[in-house]
């Protein structure tokens, strides 16, 4: 529905709203059904695709999607450390950056960093495919995510 500032939310629309906090939008490069698909990634791995009435729109909705996520997107916590060897996703919190623009470019550019460099020595030490153990689903629930990231 169209938004009307002066209209207060209700629950239906607070129960369909989409957390942008840690997320993504592209352009839906690998949807081929209509044009103008934009894909929005969230942070708990949901995938959505919208529609825009022309590409001039996708990308500028593209462009809104990703400058607020990226206001509400400061830096994640550290994963929960025990005493297994579990794999754990980092906690992703959903309040404002305190980080000014520049200072939040240099977060993520070194954040990318660290996630290609633990890729690359996750991938160094791969475990058989074919095995179901609880380390293999580990092996894969880590690569899912950085990949992911």
Known sequence: DEYKPDKDL??????NAIRVHHALATK????SKKS??????TAD???FLFQAPSKEEMLSWIL???LVAAIFSAPAFPAAICSM???CRPLLPSSMTKLCQEEQLRSHENKMKQIADELA???LHPIEKSLKSK???EYRLKEHYLIFE
């Open 10 to 15: 209700s629950e239906v629309d607070l129960k």
């Open 28 to 31: 839906a490069s690998d949807y």
């Open 36 to 41: 103008n698909v934009l894909k929005l990634k």
């Open 45 to 47: 791995w949901r995938v």
């Open 64 to 66: 809104r999607i990703n």
């Open 85 to 87: 060897k579990k794999f």
């Open 121 to 123: 020595e996750h991938k």
């Open 135 to 137: 380390e293999a689903e």
